[in-house]
Structure formats: structure tokens, C-alpha cells
DNA sequence: CTGAAAGCGCTAACAC
DNA sequence: GTGTTAGCGCTTTCAG
């Protein structure tokens, strides 16, 4: 591996200059010539851990995500990529797995590596941000809010799920329940008080709250919760999945269960990717997964070049796609 | 952020001592006792960067990828980041969007970031790696071979297209076409290959070449190919998706036009995680992603642990979950 | 505009 | 077993 003292030499310059013209620094265009020709022979390319080193900042930034298997985080991590790469950052793929203990090692890891910034879609709402904070590390939070006030790229979580219960009710479903996430995560709490806002109004002759479910914001999950709820008499005829693995779960039960939308009326917070036999009569809250990672990595850029105004929250629009068909006459 | 002279100066040692303390070197019980007292009053943890520079050898894998958003990919990358993580190394991901172009750009980058090693799904089949392998640089291609004679994960590709083609022709198709990937990627070539074993003996009444089409790997390029093989005359009766996303794509396809399986015969090379109304009627080859992620990083760690055994090639066995439905009596 | 020189924080000889 | 010391390759004052 070539260094800039060979460069140097090979140029006749100092290392300094050699330097200088890879780091955009004025150099007299002769000699920026001669460097550039040296480089190019000896196939040069700045070692950027020892400019890490020097300069106490790597090009690189963690993308903190609790499940990398999930198509929306997926989206996200394809956004970020996206700007970070344009920018010249790397990104360093951190899944948590839902798991505070692998959160906490990441983001300690994000110190010792001196990145240069963090995105982070929170496990639990209770993340230890201070030695970021405190090294002035750039972090912007996605998805979650987090304890400290940073800036964020969330949703309006609440309407989405105003948005979700509404489109059932109008479509004539009486006995609307709700499949969330857990009760820690806060967009799982947001869009299914969003959810029981419209329940509320439109009194269900069951008691609502036995209609809301919690479990895991993965496809079992909504599975789990999809077989309890049609166990209950009377059982409800639709249901709110607040986020997209949970909505394939619902769907999965409810298929083998022969009661496929419109029969049971479904409506999914996020987007179902790959499905294969289009189900035309769920309704899709569409959320712009992508669009919140450019956002995010936007905004982390800003900070890193220096960028020092308060915290903002950014609030993406979600997107309705209602289902063509309603509730089959009773 | 403390360094080593400061936790030094605490501890009444030699920063060498430090050093050796956090490296697992031999140190007297009791001045190791003081050094660790010492780094956690100062909340000391080592700058990687530093150290990176020194031993020329960052804590950190490459995983170049050409699709973040296929799912199957997803899941090598999460087996990967499993043993990674827990080797004590981060994953750094790098999207390559099946761009030869981004690939090269990566490549430079793990050299510029002395990354311990990288683990490579190639874009084109013709990446550059000699830089790469003259830095020593251990790699292990996954998925997909290279130009170069390396440790590799891979399928029995050509088994697994005549796996898929063969259920179909068990279950009574007689005109099976074949979707797969561009002609330049080897697992769609021998995919392909496999499938083409197969119709060659049951002589298909189309010239079976029509049979086969090219597209991209995605699931436009599945809905694309799909659409023109039904335009065909005679149109198939069946078809062989070669990855998860055209198997996707087809058979949305077919669902649009009325002829979902049985109707018409599927078989699909790779697994269909996020389906909400399942396709029993399909057949699934299911390919071991995680565990091509969890192997190839296994591999990985050995050779930055300095084996030195010539190159390895594991091949891994992919699964058939046949249709529980066969072709309707003509 | 350019060169000399001092480190960034750590590890690894090398002595003792 | 422990301390001293010389860098890893780069950036960045500081002079000139």
C-alpha cells in the first residue's frame, strides 16, 4: 500500500502537498498535476484510518435498526445507503434485534470507532445516548423518538391509525379490533391510540380494550394475536395491524380461517412488499420507508458538517390506499 | 474521551500495561486489577481507530450485497451480522444495486478502511479482486462465484432448477417455461441449466428456447417475463421462477390474469417470506440464506485468524417444498 | 503556496 | 512481568 511519502517522493513534494490535493486544499496546479500522475502510478489511496485517527472522525456512519429482516427497516437502510454512499460515507449495519444489551454495544462501538454520526430506529425507547452526546456525535433518531432530544424522523403515527380504523369503519365493519406492537415501542402505543380514538366513538358492543392486543411487531406475532381475537365471542369482523409483518400475520390466520378480506375487513399500517395473490380488499396505510432514511441520513449530514441549529422533527406523510370492497351486507 | 496515559497515570503503570490488560496479554494480577479500576472510573474504552492503524487490521467485515431489499439477501446479511457480531466484528454494508461500478468503489473502500475481510455476492461475475488478494485481504464470494479462486458459499444451482422443474412435470404440466435472472449472473445461467435438463427429455410441444426468458432479478422483471410468456401461442402451462422476487412478480401475474396455481404450475427457486394468502399450490425451493451468511462468516473469521488452507468451496442443500396440488386433468 | 514537524491513540519490539 | 520508545499514515499548525 502505497503511502503519500512515496507519493511525495515520487512527485517531489512534501507529504504535506500531497495531502493538500487529495483533501481539496488550494496547490499550485503544476504540482497538484505532478501529485495526481504519482498517485495514479502508484495506484495510491489515502489510508482512512490513519485520517480517522488524525482527525478524530471516520466517513463512516451506524445505522442502528432492530430487524433487518423486516422489509420497512430494509427500505429505510436502502435510503440511507443511498445518500450516506453520494456523500461518501460508509454505513455500518447495526441489528439489534430488538435487544437493548446489542443497542448499547453498537452505539459504544460507534464511540471507539469515532463515526461519524448515528442513525438510530430505537429497541425500547430507553437508549443511553449520553456518551454520544457528550463526544458531540451526530445522531438523528428514525422511526422513535428517544429520550433525548434529538433530531427525528417519525411519522404521525396517531393518524395512521385514525386513518386505518376509519377506512374500516366507512367500509361498514362494526367490531374493529387492533393487533400492536409492544407497549414499550412508542409507535406501537401512538397508532393504536389512534385506532381506539375512532373505536370509541363508534361504540362496539364489546368492550374495546378486550379487542387490543399486544405482541410482537413480527408475523407470529400478528399471527398470535390474530388467533386470540377470532377465539373471543363475539369475535370482531375486522382488524387493525399496526405494522407490516403483524398485517402478514393477520392475513395468514384469517386465510387458513377462510375468512379473507372483505369477509373480514383488514386494514395494515405499512407496506405489504411482496405479496404475491394481491388482496384488493385490505386497505394499505402506506408508510415512505425510503423516504425516512434520505431524510434521516439528510439531516445527519448537515450535523456533521457542522450544522448546529436546534432539533427538528420531521413528520412524513403516510399514504392511504383504501380496499376496493366492504363489508359484505349483514 | 480517556486514552490509555490517562488510565495509566490512574493506575500507576505504563500505558503498555494498559495496553496489554485490554489485549488479553499476561499482566500481574494486581496491576491488572488497578488498570481495570481505573478505565472504568474513566469510562476508558480503546479507540479502534488507533489501534486499527497500529495493526494495520480493522475489527470490521464488508458484506457486499447486490440487493438490501431482496429478502433473501436480507437473511444472509442478518446470519452474517449474527456471527459477526458475535466475533467481536461490525459489518459494514455496502449495497451494490448489481452496479459492477459501486461494487469497485466499495472494494477500494475495504482496502482504504483495512477491513479484516470482506464477504462478497457479486454483481457481474467479473469483479476485480487483486487488490483485494494482493493486501491479503481474506474474501469469501457467497451465492455467487467469482473470477478468482476463493473460499465459497454456494447452491447447487443447476439441482435446484431441476428440482423446480421436475415437480412440475411430476405434477402433470406439459409446457414449462423457465424465468430467470441475466444471462451474466451464473445462478440464473445455471438455474436455468437445470430447468433446461429436465423439459429437454419431456419434449415440450413449443420449441423450449421460447420457453426460456431473461430479465432482471426483481419482481418487475418476474411480471415482465411472466406477461410475455402468456402472450405466447401456445401459451405454458406451467413456469419456473429462479428467484424469490420473479417468483414474486409471476405470480402476481398470473393472479391478475385469472390463473392462479393449479391452474397454472409454479415452482419457485427461493422462499416467499411476507405471503399472506399462502400458495399451497406452489412449489417452493427453499434456499438456506441465513445459513449461507452464518457459513460464509464462519469462513471468513478463520481465514483473518490466519488459516491458510487452500480455497474451499461448501456447497449447501437447498430444500423442495412440493405443491400440494397437481395440474388439472386436461 | 509550500515544507518541516508534531502528534492523533495505540501496539509491539526491545530492554530490563 | 513491566516500562520505554518508536512508529502506523495522515492532517495541520507554524514558518517561510
Redesign the interface.
Known amino acids: 500500500?502505497a503511502t503519500i511519502y512515496e507519493v511525495a517522493a515520487a512527485a517531489g513534494v512534501s507529504p504535506a502537498t500531497v495531502s493538500r490535493v487529495f483533501n481539496g486544499v488550494p496547490v499550485s496546479a503544476e504540482k497538484a498535476a505532478l501529485v495526481r500522475a504519482a498517485a495514479a502510478e502508484l495506484?495510491f489511496?489515502?489510508?482512512?484510518?490513519?485520517r480517522?485517527?488524525r482527525r478524530k472522525n471516520?466517513e463512516?456512519i451506524a445505522?442502528v435498526i432492530p430487524d433487518?429482516?423486516n422489509?420497512y427497516f430494509?427500505?429505510l437502510?436502502?435510503g440511507v445507503?443511498d445518500v450516506a454512499?453520494a456523500a461518501g460515507y460508509?454505513?455500518?449495519?447495526?441489528?439489534t434485534d430488538e435487544d437493548p444489551g446489542?443497542e448499547a454495544k453498537?452505539l459504544?462501538?460507534a464511540?471507539?470507532?469515532?463515526m461519524a454520526g448515528v442513525i438510530l430506529a430505537e429497541a425500547d425507547g430507553r437508549a443511553d445516548l449520553s456518551?454520544l452526546i457528550a463526544?458531540s456525535r451526530p445522531i438523528v433518531a428514525v422511526d422513535r423518538r428517544t429520550l433525548f432530544e434529538l433530531d427525528s424522523v417519525v411519522l404521525d403515527n396517531r393518524a395512521a391509525g385514525v386513518a386505518a380504523a376509519s377506512t374500516l369503519v366507512d367500509a361498514g365493519y362494526r367490531r374493529i379490533a387492533c393487533i400492536t406492537g409492544p407497549a414499550e415501542i412508542d409507535t406501537a402505543e401512538e397508532r393504536a391510540e389512534g385506532w381506539r380514538s375512532i373505536v370509541a366513538r363508534s361504540a362496539t358492543p364489546h368492550g374495546s380494550e378486550d379487542y387490543l392486543r399486544y405482541s410482537s411487531f413480527r408475523?407470529d406475532g400478528g399471527r398470535d394475536a390474530m388467533r386470540a381475537l377470532l377465539a373471543l365471542d363475539p369475535a370482531p369482523d375486522a382488524v387493525v395491524a399496526t405494522n407490516?409483518?403483524m398485517?402478514?400475520g393477520a392475513?395468514?390466520v384469517l386465510?387458513?380461517a377462510g375468512r379473507?378480506p372483505p369477509a373480514f375487513g383488514v386494514a395494515v399500517i405499512g407496506d405489504?412488499?411482496?405479496?404475491?395473490?394481491?388482496?384488493d380488499a385490505?386497505t394499505i396505510v402506506r408508510l415512505p420507508a425510503r423516504d425516512m432514511g434520505t431524510t434521516a441520513a439528510r439531516m445527519l449530514i448537515e450535523r456533521i458538517n457542522g450544522d448546529t441549529e436546534p432539533a427538528r422533527t420531521v413528520v412524513l406523510p403516510h399514504e392511504v390506499v383504501a380496499a376496493t370492497a366492504g363489508a359484505p351486507a349483514v
Open positions: 500500500m495506484r489511496t489515502p489510508n482512512r484510518t490513519a480517522s485517527l471516520a463512516v445505522l433487518i429482516e422489509p430494509t427500505s437502510a436502502r445507503e454512499q460508509s454505513v455500518v449495519l447495526c441489528n446489542k453498537y459504544d462501538i464511540i471507539a470507532e469515532n456518551g463526544r408475523v407490516n409483518l398485517g402478514v392475513l395468514q386465510s387458513e379473507v405489504l412488499p411482496f405479496t404475491t395473490l394481491t388482496p385490505t
